[in-house]
């Protein structure tokens, strides 16, 4: 789509390398982080977020070993999920900005 492309800071971006799932919870120091027996991410089943809020996976690292088109229409999935938390967000904070100046 034309204009529709832009750049996101980020404080880390990971790529997909590799057959076996890394101690993501301990390189990152995120305990927090689930993972399940086999050390794939448990993300939420359709929204594809992780156990940490606002972290969303897909592909091989929740899968599994698995075929390219699945990581292709997860990718796309969880894009769609990150899209719909970022706008929640932007609109949450924009209704706290409208009540901050509604209250001045």
Same mark, same amino acid.
């Given at each position: 789509?034309?204009?529709?492309?832009?750049?996101?800071?980020?404080?880390?971006?990971?790529?997909?390398?590799?057959?076996?799932?890394?101690?993501?919870?301990g390189d990152w120091?995120?305990?927090?982080?689930?993972?399940?027996?086999?050390?794939?991410?448990?993300?939420?089943?359709?929204?594809?977020?992780?156990?940490?809020?606002?972290?969303?996976?897909?592909?091989?690292?929740?899968?599994? $070993?698995?075929?390219?088109?699945? #990581?292709?229409?997860?990718? &796309?999935?969880? *894009? @769609? =999920?990150?899209?719909?938390?970022?706008? $929640?967000?932007?609109?949450?904070? #924009?209704?706290?900005?409208? &009540?901050?100046? *509604? @209250? =001045?």
């Amino acid at each position: 789509m034309p204009d529709s492309s832009f750049v996101i800071q980020a404080d880390l971006v990971i790529k997909a390398l590799g057959f076996d799932p890394e101690d993501l919870p301990g390189d990152w120091k995120a305990p927090e982080l689930a993972v399940t027996k086999w050390g794939t991410l448990k993300v939420t089943p359709g929204r594809f977020e992780t156990s940490v809020p606002g972290v969303f996976a897909g592909g091989d690292i929740v899968r599994g $070993a698995s075929l390219v088109v699945w #990581a292709i229409r997860d990718g &796309r999935e969880a *894009a @769609a =999920e990150m899209h719909q938390f970022l706008s $929640a967000k932007e609109n949450e904070t #924009a209704e706290q900005a409208a &009540r901050l100046v *509604a @209250a =001045e």
